[in-house]
């Protein structure tokens, strides 16, 4: 069965400071990864996917995650945090043939003035 | 375009009464819908998903039932709630270009 980790409960930065939110999986295969964000009270919205290709790829909101097979690891960065960053940060597998996603357990942005 | 709709937005109900959120899809056919919940803290918890009308396929035993009595219309339920089921419930759909969207959510409290 697949899982995914998303190590960090909580991270705090700073406001302009770089950003990297970590997500390491399990599958046996290449799975389809993706990245949520979600504002309190909301629901969540797609700030990026890989499915195949290019293992750098592009979001909304100025984000990036790198695809690294070797390592097992989706991580999330964003190269100078804003104030509304704040906010939980999913990261979600699917494995080819699935309808069941599989998310992480967030990990929560404090951005500090 | 494609949109979900889910409401209420809010709902605070007491223990033992029934429960009934919505969530529609509008601009897609045949969706693949997907019911979650998430308690304060935690991740997000797969309830129901529905691959078509009428079929539910339950990934945890509770309180709950859901069902998809038109094509892009599911419905989550409970006869009797609990406390335990207080949490933010949310609809998504799984897009045909891959990923999934998500309404807004239903912050229900049970008291």
Redo the contacts between chains.
């Keep these: 069965a697949q899982s995914v980790t998303q190590p960090d409960i909580h991270i705090t930065v700073s406001e302009g400071a770089s950003l990297e939110l970590r997500c390491n999986y399990s599958y046996g295969a290449t799975p389809y990864l993706f990245w949520y964000v979600q504002s309190p009270g909301q629901g969540l919205q797609l700030l990026l996917k890989y499915f195949s290709g290019d293992t750098l790829v592009q979001g909304i909101k100025g984000f990036e995650a790198e695809f690294k097979r070797s390592q097992s690891s989706f991580n999330l960065r964003k190269p100078s945090v804003h104030w509304s960053d704040a906010a939980e940060y999913f990261c979600a597998l699917l494995a080819g043939g699935s309808y069941i996603p599989t998310f992480g357990r967030g990990t929560s942005l404090i951005v500090h003035p | 375009s494609q949109t979900i709709h889910?409401w209420p937005a809010t709902l605070v109900q007491p223990v033992g009464s029934p429960l009934s959120l919505e969530c529609t899809v509008e601009g897609t056919s045949n969706p693949?819908l997907y019911w979650y919940r998430q308690a304060a803290g935690?991740?997000?918890q797969?309830l129901f998903?529905s691959?078509g009308i009428g079929q539910i396929s339950s990934?945890v035993p509770q309180n709950l039932s859901a069902s998809r009595p038109q094509d892009r219309q599911f419905i989550l339920s409970s006869k009797k709630l609990l406390l335990s089921d207080s949490g933010?419930y949310?609809c998504?759909w799984?897009l045909e270009a891959?990923?999934?969207?998500?309404?807004?959510?239903t912050?229900l409290t049970v008291v």
């Design positions: 889910q693949n935690r991740g997000l797969l998903y691959v990934e933010f949310l998504a799984r891959g990923g999934y969207t998500f309404g807004s959510g912050r």
